[in-house]
């Protein structure tokens, strides 16, 4: 876990610029509240506003970027009103939380627009029971959260929009299906009825902080698309705020709510999340961790005894989302997994393409793009074959069948990245073997994601020639044919079920 985080490939330093701007962004519209003389507590529902809008707005042009970021206060400002409302009426309140919380989940079944206004209006909800906010608090609430996302829409859509250099990768999810066929329908009613398990057993755990239950059964279920994919992501929240509390007793506690300090650690939090989101949730949830406990200092309630609650109520609320998707409605891994290989192979295609053209000549090729979509197309393998791979998983022959398909995958992606690196130099010269092997690297593709049969053809690999001003991409189109050739064995051989393939 430690290696991948500091060794996972950041093209174009995306996750970097990614977690600065979000610190920039947040910090810009807490320090915007306060200048306009909000409360502490009115600053975090804002500063909260701001980091949501910077971690869930993920439309594919920054036009459609901005129209989310517009629409968040439509969905957010009800959900506020409601759920201050119903503070002092438990019965209610709880069932409008989990009514929020699965029309959320459904949600995401209109892309990553829905994504993000489902995931906005559940945290509205879920700020108000963190905070105890009342309606006479909602004036202020509602002016801190507009002053907030204009602050973080000012540092994304003007003064760092660096998506108009480089446009942001769409990844679609995989095929939706219809009525209780389609994933996000069977993860709304999952999520309904393990957040309603988390609800009920974390007010056992405690009237005052059970909704923490319920967010982690939330967060569970945010970004996955199987029962295998869920499990797995339970097991790491649980593990993530495990170390996250160990160290919040050693850097928020003694803080005791110190500001400076306090906003300094808050700050290195942000930055962790947006930073380790993309390629380990344990690293994520322990920046939440850390980042929640020196809130909790700030607000004046926070001891080892409440951090040790935290624990108890994320691990109730994993155990609710365990249990819901194993027993209502499983969605199988195998769909899923299918989905991203496939799409992740026609991506390295996909980046060739536009890499051989700029060598080209063309003036408007760019495999950049595409690169950066192919990262997030293997982080969502990964999370797929999850599962398979992890170390308490019985099936030892297909757990080594998923550890080469990722191996090889990676594989391919370091060849795409050299490639995509040799087409930026304005040196580089054109040569007719590129497209040859440009059309190898399509047959090979074709026969991955084809029947089974086509997918065991064995493809030769490009040869390499010397003395050639394109020898370091030709070079590298052989790797990638390799890699290619190689994956045929893994998604296509025996043990049991293909990995891919009909």
Known sequence: MLKRMFVAPDPGRTRLRFASRAVLGIAGAVAVCGLAGHSLVAAITGGLAALLALFTVGDATVRGQAITTALLPA?????????????????????????????????????????????????????????????????????????SLCAAAAVRFGAWCYERRLPPAAVPPPHPGAGLARTTTRQAVQAVAGGAFALAAGQVLSDQRWYWAVGATWWVFVNTASSGETLVRSFRRVLGTVIGVALGLVVAVPLNGAPVPSALIVAVSVFGIFYTAAVSYTWMMLAVTVMAGVLYGLLGVLDPALLALRIAETGVGALGAALAVLLILPVTTHATTHAWIERALRCVHACTAEAAARLAGSGTADPAPRVAELEQLLGKVRLSLAPLVHPMSPLRARKERARQVIALLDACADEVRGLASIAADPEASHDDRLAAACWRVEAAVEALTGPAERGRASLGPAEVPHGSVVEPALAHLHGLEKALAELADPLHSPPRTPLIGA
């Open 75 to 147: 969905v957010g400002f009800p959900v506020l009103a409601v759920a201050a409302l119903l503070h002092d009426v438990p019965v209610a309140r709880d069932a409008a939380f989990l009514a929020v919380m699965g029309a959320g989940v459904y949600a995401r079944r209109w892309g990553p627009r829905g994504h993000s206004l489902g995931v906005f209006a559940f945290m509205m909800f879920f700020a108000t029971q963190f905070l105890h906010t009342v309606p006479r608090q909602l004036p202020e609430l509602y002016a801190a959260v507009l002053l």
